[in-house]
């Protein structure tokens, strides 16, 4: 720890805000955990008292406006995140935002003209996939051209339970947007159209509940992109992405990374491997390697990763997606222009 440490706050320390704090204060090197705040003051109160040197702000605009706090964590539901962005963006703070920016596309594109407004970028959203070593080193062997030009990708994307609360526009908005978010990094391209199409529901679906879905892009240059998104599957945490190229193929999330093979339980040998149960422990080293990123960026006053408009986009997709989710039908995806005022 030293006097140039990042100092950082955390905005919500439910799941998600417990982790990044865990990881702040004991796995980012150059950034201190200093405050966090929750409206659920007991839960703030209990993180605080794990670390030493840590406050516990009852307000989240107060721990935004603390002159002891350089930058921000907000880990606080979506519907919140536009209030609290604001905010950071108003007191020149490099914020960390989770997904989603915010819940619709006026709202996240009020973001990004106002961070444009204030002259420098700010803020990095929450996809951690671009900076998991797997999906990093298939980006990277796509853009080296030794697979010739890339034509679909194929992403897979299934949980082992989640709560009967969880309906079907939640597996577009909150599970699917990381996939929005992967077609758009790896091709680097916008989506231009989006279709959500309504397999027969497991029956361990909740009532009403359309999983799992399967989904296809259409992407800027023409090409397809393929999702499937399975809420519960009842095994594990399971993704995948494979990309097709024009001279050969590459997989991010390869389900036979850790095969083993065994003598025990019976005369046979057999053979098998793990699947983790929840998305901490499958994307644990890219969630750490997302922080390190941000905090040695945003002590350089710059930001890498994907940015407000990267959130915008994918808030655009996933409402055009909830839309095809009603219809069956295609739907467009409208953007509006990049640096305009539109
Ligand atoms: N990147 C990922 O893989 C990933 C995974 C899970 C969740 N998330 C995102 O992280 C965020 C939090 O999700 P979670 O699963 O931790 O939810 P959660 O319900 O476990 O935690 C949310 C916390 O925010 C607090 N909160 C409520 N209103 C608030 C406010 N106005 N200001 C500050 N805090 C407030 C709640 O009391 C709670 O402690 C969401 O945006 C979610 O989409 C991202």
């Keep these: ?123 990095q959203l929450g996809f951690m996939r671009r900076f998991d070593p797997e999906y990093v080193r298939l980006k990277t062997l796509v853009d080296s051209g030794r697979l010739g030009r890339l034509l679909v990708l194929h992403n897979t994307h299934r949980n082992k339970d989640v709560p009967a609360s969880f309906r079907s526009e939640m597996i577009v908005r909150d599970s699917l947007v990381h996939e929005v978010d992967v077609a758009r990094f790896v091709f680097g391209e916008e989506i231009t159209e989006i279709t959500v199409y309504s397999p027969t529901p497991t029956s361990a679906a909740a009532e009403g509940v359309v999983d799992p879905q399967v989904s296809v892009f259409r992407m800027a240059g023409g090409a397809v992109v393929t999702n499937e998104v399975f809420v519960k599957n009842q095994v594990g945490y399971e993704v995948r992405c494979e990309a097709v190229c024009e001279r050969g193929s590459a997989m991010a999330g390869r389900p036979w990374a850790d095969l083993y093979t065994t003598a025990a339980g019976g005369d046979d040998g057999a053979w098998g491997g793990s699947i983790p149960a929840d998305f901490r422990d499958r994307f644990a080293l890219a969630y750490d390697r997302e922080l390190q990123a941000w905090a040695d960026a945003s002590r350089r006053g710059v930001v890498v990763g994907p940015t407000t408009w990267d959130g915008y986009a994918a808030t655009v997709v996933c409402e055009a997606g909830m839309e095809s989710l009603v219809s069956g039908e295609p739907v467009a995806v409208r953007l509006a222009d990049r640096e305009g005022a539109g």
């Design 1 to 123: 720890m030293t006097d140039s440490d990042l100092r950082v706050g955390v905005i919500g320390v439910g799941m998600m805000g417990a982790d990044h704090a865990e990881r702040i204060a004991h796995r980012t090197s150059g950034a201190r955990l200093v405050a966090v705040s929750d409206p659920d003051t007991a839960r703030a109160g209990a993180l605080a008292e794990r670390y030493e040197g840590v406050r516990a702000v009852a307000d989240p605009l107060a721990l935004v406006a603390d002159g002891d706090v350089d930058a921000v964590v907000i880990a606080s539901p979506g519907f919140v995140h536009e209030e609290q962005v604001l905010a950071c963006l108003e007191h020149g703070k490099p914020t960390l935002c989770e997904k989603p920016l915010t819940m619709d596309g006026e709202s996240s594109l009020r973001l990004v003209r106002a961070e444009q407004s204030g002259g420098r970028p700010l803020v």
